[in-house]
């Protein structure tokens, strides 16, 4: 049972990676289709090097799912099963676990110490999610390159830290691989995506520490690694991160990714304009009843279970109320809701800024994009809502996820919907001085030659200069737009200003891509 979490502290952010900056003064064709034999993504260097952990929870492998069908932005070095506080497999032993506090505590209830908990005996869901992956591979390179291949990603599954909640005290395959991947001598950061607990990355990063402390390289590898290493997680599901990876490795990055809407509260959370994107009607539509994936995502009244007999997964049954399902000794934190519609997907905010829509909100925690941001966005009401920072791009994150789910099922590139190319011209980071114009132009195309409608804005909550900033904008040609406006007086040397360019083809599902600008003034 994943709910937000109170964040810890965050280490004083730093850039995560030099600013992403390109000379963009070509005119851009129409992308031509992939196919299966010249698809090309990114290359591996040039994609975020990826380690994702995941517990047995049903909103995990939803959120599987969708990094599958966005595995062409990411390099994926391993995909590894994970303990937390509220899911854990044991010893196989029989030996007893109990943390205070933890969900079987609560409730009135008093169940451990337990051997396990809520962990099903051969759990293999991430091995099942790649079996399915397998299955819509074909398609999926039919509409993009750089698809890893599957046999690649089953090599890839490996078992952390699984045996007990929070346990840190001895090495598993999935924290020798982190512990690698971090000591390695490869470019970049490597970022460390997890929706279970952090019991093991804590167990690499105690290892390295453990070899290296008391030797002169010590100095040079912390330094490494804590520039090396981002942790981005939904919160710190097992203690692991307060106790152990803050006092021991404080200058890692942890970013906090804990969000509403894409878990269990998403109802409480979802903008009026976006609800129906939670509903039974649009679920099945795109998700559930498109392929072998939508088989595989988790729906309210799915009749299915994670753990045969979990008293906390009541989300399978439909047409019962919550004091029936209490009636049949369910734990009932979360009240039912119309069959086929959406449960969860509590942990893909922590992967949504990394994805390469143009929104560039991997740079830093505070830029932003698809997964929120480390601060509050002031909503439509005027309020300041650390919600909204997630919620306002719902809508169009749903779309895209609706249109990859139908390259599974599409064998042919024309007949589903590709998001327009969003290109502006020049560097994407500048140095302005006040009282400078600044004109910025860009290029929109459609890969499927659908129309594309463009608009410039300023990110204000992203921005650190504290106004509003007039924009002129102009369509000097059939695929240009240009935004003209000057730099405040009264900004501050050192303040930013973020303008942001996004383009909406008007295909089905309509599809938005982004290019955002960040401007440094100068003194």
């Known amino acids: 049972m994943k709910q937000a979490v109170a964040s810890p502290r965050t280490p004083q952010r730093r850039k995560a990676i030099p600013a992403l900056a390109a000379a963009l003064l070509c005119a851009l064709a129409p992308a031509s289709p992939a196919t299966a034999d010249d698809a090309r993504g990114p290359g591996d260097d040039e994609r975020p090097r990826v380690i994702l952990m995941h517990d047995p929870e049903l ?3 939803n959120t599987l799912i969708r990094y599958l069908l ?27 676990w109990f943390v205070p506090g933890r969900e079987y505590t609560r409730f ?78 490869r470019p970049g950061p490597v970022y460390l995506l997890t929706g279970a607990g952090q019991s093991t990355i804590a167990r690499a990063l105690k290892s390295i520490k453990d070899q290296y402390e008391n030797t002169p390289q010590w100095p ?30 404080p200058d890692i990055e942890f970013r906090q990714m804990a969000t509403q809407i894409w878990g269990y509260g998403a109802r409480s959370a979802v903008l009026p304009e976006d609800a129906g ?12 009843q498109v392929g072998p994936f939508g088989e595989f995502y988790r729906v309210w009244g799915d009749g299915k279970q994670m753990v045969p007999g979990d008293i906390f997964d009541h989300f399978g049954f439909s047409g019962l109320t919550s004091e029936q399902l209490r009636a049949m000794g369910y734990v009932v934190w979360t009240p039912p809701q119309e069959k086929g519609s959406w449960i969860s997907e509590g942990d893909t905010s922590i992967f949504m800024n990394l994805l390469d829509n143009g929104l560039r909100g991997h740079v830093d925690a505070s830029y932003g994009g698809w997964g929120g941001r480390s601060g509050s966005d ?12 997630s919620t306002r791009w719902f809508g169009a994150a749903q779309d895209d996820f609706s249109a990859r789910m139908k390259w599974t099922v599409t064998p042919r590139y024309f007949a589903a919907n590709h998001r327009p190319s969003v290109k502006v011209i020049g560097q994407l980071d500048r140095s302005v001085r006040r009282g400078q114009v600044v004109t910025l ?31 002129t904008q102009s369509s000097p040609g059939r695929d240009l737009t240009k935004v003209q406006f000057r730099v405040p007086g ?31 003034v100068t003194g």
């Open 490 to 520: 009264d900004a501050e040397p050192g303040q930013t200003i973020h303008v942001v360019l996004q383009s909406t083809d008007d295909g089905s599902p309509a599809l938005t891509s982004y290019q955002r600008v960040v401007l440094t």
């Open 108 to 185: 009135g209830l008093n169940l451990c110490p337990c051997a396990s908990w809520r962990w099903k005996p051969g759990e293999r869901f991430i091995h099942e999610a790649v079996d399915i992956y397998e299955r819509v591979y074909p398609n999926l390179r039919t509409h993009a390159g750089g698809y890893p291949d599957p046999r690649q990603l089953k090599s890839r599954i490996l078992n952390g830290n699984i045996e007990f909640d929070g346990d840190i005290s001895k090495d598993s395959p999935g924290s020798d691989l982190i512990k690698r991947s971090l000591l390695d001598n």
């Open 441 to 471: 132009v860009g290029r929109t195309a459609d890969p499927d030659r659908n129309a594309v409608t463009s608009k410039w804005w300023q990110y204000t909550d992203a921005d650190t200069y504290p106004g509003a900033v007039p924009l």
């Open 220 to 249: 040079a590898v912390y330094k490494k690694v804590s520039q090396k290493a981002i942790i981005q997680s939904f919160g710190d599901q097992d203690d692991a991160y307060a106790k152990y990876i803050e006092p021991n490795w």
């Open 378 to 389: 002031v909503d439509p009401g005027g309020t300041p809502s650390a919600d909204y920072a």
């Open 277 to 288: 994107y939670l509903s039974a009607a649009w679920t099945k539509a795109n998700v559930s």
């Open 70 to 96: 966005y595995g062409n932005e990411f390099n994926t070095e391993a995909l590894i099963y994970a303990s937390s506080g509220v899911h854990w497999a044991g010893d196989g032993k029989g030996t007893k």
């Open 59 to 61: 909103d995990d492998q």
